[in-house]
């Protein structure tokens, strides 16, 4: 996708560090149909898989759509998060 180009662009990078690289799949598996169905003229989300982490690039024209790309990896940390704690406690 080509974002239109504004006068300035944002640029950024978001890593997820896991505790090892079974919990970073299954995570990873989680969140890439939702990431394929983002469309956005004025913002990109790619994610990369490492080993242990998820980097999620950020493009963006404009400080609104950087933010709610920003917003929208910063929820999906708080899912994972929360049922990473859930599990652990069965």
Do not use: W
Not at 50 to 67: K, Q, V
């Amino acid at each position: 996708m080509k974002l239109s180009k504004g006068h300035f662009s944002i640029q950024s990078s978001i890593i997820l560090i896991f505790k090892n690289s079974d919990l970073c799949g299954y995570c990873y598996n989680a969140f890439y149909p939702e990431l394929n169905s983002i469309e956005s003229k004025r913002s990109k989300i790619s994610m990369e898989k490492n080993d242990n982490s998820l980097i999620f690039n950020i493009e963006s024209n404009d400080i609104t759509a950087f933010r709610a790309s920003v917003n929208e990896i910063i929820s999906f940390g708080k899912i994972i998060d929360n049922t990473i704690r859930i599990s652990e406690n069965f």
